[in-house]
């Protein structure tokens, strides 16, 4: 089974500033790693993803995450956040080969502060 | 495109009464999923679907049923709500079949027992 943990519940920053969300998996097999964001009220949409290739992965947004295999990470990165960043994260695995169900971390709900 | 699409928005069930949540997407996906999301705990996966007249159990069933006798809809059933289903419900769906794409979600369905 795979499991995810997202290690901060919540980061405030003030805006300009980087960030950096964390997240860490466990699994057995190998395995595709997403991050999802949720503006309020509503559903979750792709930030981006990690299939196979480069490590480095980016979104048309600024944000960017690496895949550290060692590590068992894939952190979420900006260098400099907007106020229109304020929304939760979510970070979720799925097994290949599987039914493509994610397993999703708790979120991380990020806020920036002008 | 619509997307997906759920209904109802809202509900407040009385403890013991069923309903039914509506699901349905116009991308021609095959696979699609519910989640509950409860806060401070992230997504929970309740069934999945990878295609018609097929569905399986996800982390979460207890209490729930569903079917999918179309590509289109993937309705989720409560027979006798209970307070501990009190929850944010999403639909996704996705194409599945080896492709690992994004999972496109719905606007959620905020459900309270009382």
């Known amino acids: 089974a795979q499991s995810v943990t997202q290690l901060d519940s919540q980061v405030p920053v003030f805006e300009e500033a980087p960030v950096e969300l964390r997240c860490n998996y466990s699994?057995?097999?190998?395995?595709?790693l997403f991050w999802y964001v949720q503006y309020p009220n509503q559903g979750l949409q792709l930030l981006l993803k990690y299939l196979s290739g480069s490590t480095l992965v980016e979104s048309i947004n600024g944000f960017e995450a690496e895949f550290n295999k060692s590590q068992t990470s894939f952190h979420l990165r900006k260098p400099s956040v907007h106020i229109s960043d304020t929304a939760e994260y979510f970070c979720a695995v799925s097994r290949q080969g599987g039914s493509e169900k994610l397993v999703f971390g708790k979120g991380t709900k990020l806020t920036v502060n002008p | 495109n619509a997307g997906v699409t759920q209904t109802p928005k809202f509900r407040i069930l009385k403890i013991g009464q069923s309903m039914t949540l509506q699901c349905t997407q116009d991308m021609n996906h095959n696979y699609m999923y519910w989640y509950r999301q409860d806060p401070g705990m992230g997504l929970k996966l309740i069934y999945y679907s990878v295609g018609a007249g097929i569905t399986d159990k996800g982390e979460v069933p207890n209490g729930y049923n569903v079917s999918r006798s179309t590509t289109e809809d993937f309705p989720l059933r409560l027979e006798l709500a209970a307070p501990s289903q009190t929850s944010v419900y999403f639909c996704?769906?996705?194409w599945g079949s080896g492709r690992t794409d994004t999972q496109y979600f719905g606007p959620g369905t905020r459900l309270t027992v009382l």
């Open positions: 699994s057995s097999v190998s395995v595709y």
């Open positions: 996704a769906s996705t």
